[in-house]
């Protein structure tokens, strides 16, 4: 799937609100990609909304439509190589944006994001939505 679109928690919660841009921009991926930590947030933050039961089941009908590809060995190896660079350089990120961006270098996906800190990342091409 080298060349692909995976989308960040940011730019997929904009699609699940109704961001028309998004919307737009997701609709035309042949194939929407979420990097499994991503599936994680998104479930976390629908659980604890307001409407969660609501939330929840819309989410899950979201991440079912897409393609949900697992960790193994090389994504923690591309985790720690991308953790341990952006610590030595002065530039961490949150632990569960590690987690995506080693999946993405990993997978060689393109990330779709809001969130500027993924530009320290080296070898992960993004796409600010």
Known sequence: ???????????AVRYLNGDAAVVQQI???TIVILPTTVVGELLFGAANSARAANNLTRYLEFVSACSVVSM???TAVTYYQIRLNLKQNGKPIPEND???AAQCVENQWTLATNDAHFVNV?????ETW
């Open 27 to 29: 609709l035309a991926l």
């Open 72 to 74: 193994g060995r090389e």
């Open 122 to 126: 080296d070898g992960l091409t993004i």
């Open 1 to 11: 799937m080298a060349g692909e679109i995976a989308l960040d928690t940011s730019v």
């Open 98 to 100: 590690l987690w995506i």
